[in-house]
């Protein structure tokens, strides 16, 4: 099952708060773990992304976690900004596909003033 | 500029007519991508073009037809298209190599409304 599963679906969050989105995939042979960030009117932009070899890869105010053992992985935003405001995509894919990107259903973020 | 051009931006288009989509990428890549967005599924992988030989198509009906040219040119030619096939399409770009993790680099697409 090449399935990733994200939630939630959309994201309130007070300026200066966490941001947190988490994503699910079955297929243990995933081994790259990219966020992709999209603005309204833009394509997809990659935001950071993670192997699982490492359990934690922090970038500025991203970071995500990555749970080998529960197939799980998530992105933290802190001290969010009205400027995070966009729809945040998690993605996997395997080392025999390629760049075959799977991606999760994505999460709109709203970071309120 | 992202680095992966697509026209038209906008598209308006009867379920008779025959219009084509573009996409031209700078970056010296050799995979090059179709993506449909909806807010049915929000990201959906169409067609997969490796060193202009297409490696993947997504169960995709006819009506949709690719074509990649050289690998910095790819199209999506459209025909008898349906109202539901009205979405954002994304086209993008990346260095394909055998394992995974090649930052694949969007466009910024284009809106198509069947009427």
């Known amino acids: 099952q090449q399935q990733v599963k994200q939630s939630p679906q959309s994201l309130i969050v007070q300026k200066g708060g966490i941001s947190i989105i988490n994503c699910a995939y079955e297929n243990t042979a995933f081994d790259y773990f990219p966020w992709y960030q999209q603005f309204p009117g833009k394509g997809p932009a990659l935001l950071i992304a993670?192997?699982?070899?490492?359990s934690e890869k922090k970038e500025g105010r991203f970071t995500i976690s990555f749970n080998k053992s529960a197939k799980q992985f998530s992105l933290h935003i802190m001290d969010s900004q009205p400027g995070d405001s966009a729809t945040y995509f998690c993605?996997?894919?395997?080392?025999?596909?390629?760049?075959?990107?799977?991606f999760g259903g994505g999460t709109r973020l709203m970071v309120k003033p | 500029e992202t680095g992966v051009t697509q026209t038209p931006r906008h598209l308006v288009m009867g379920m008779t007519n025959k219009k084509s989509l573009k996409c031209e990428q700078h970056?010296?890549?050799?995979?090059m991508y179709w993506y449909k967005q909806s807010a049915k599924k929000p990201l959906e992988l169409m067609f997969v073009y490796n060193f202009k030989e297409q490696t993947e198509n997504n169960s995709v009906p006819s009506r949709f037809s690719p074509e990649c040219p050289n690998s910095s040119h790819l199209f999506l030619h459209l025909h008898t298209l349906q109202p539901e096939d009205s979405a954002l399409y994304l086209c993008?770009?990346?260095?394909?190599?055998?394992?995974?993790?090649?930052?694949?680099?969007f466009g910024e697409g284009s809106w198509l409304t069947v009427v």
């Open positions: 993670i192997r699982p070899d490492v």
């Open positions: 970056l010296g890549h050799n995979a």
């Open positions: 993008a770009s990346s260095q394909r190599g055998a394992s995974s993790g090649n930052t694949i680099y």
């Open positions: 993605a996997a894919s395997m080392n025999n596909a390629g760049n075959m990107l799977t």
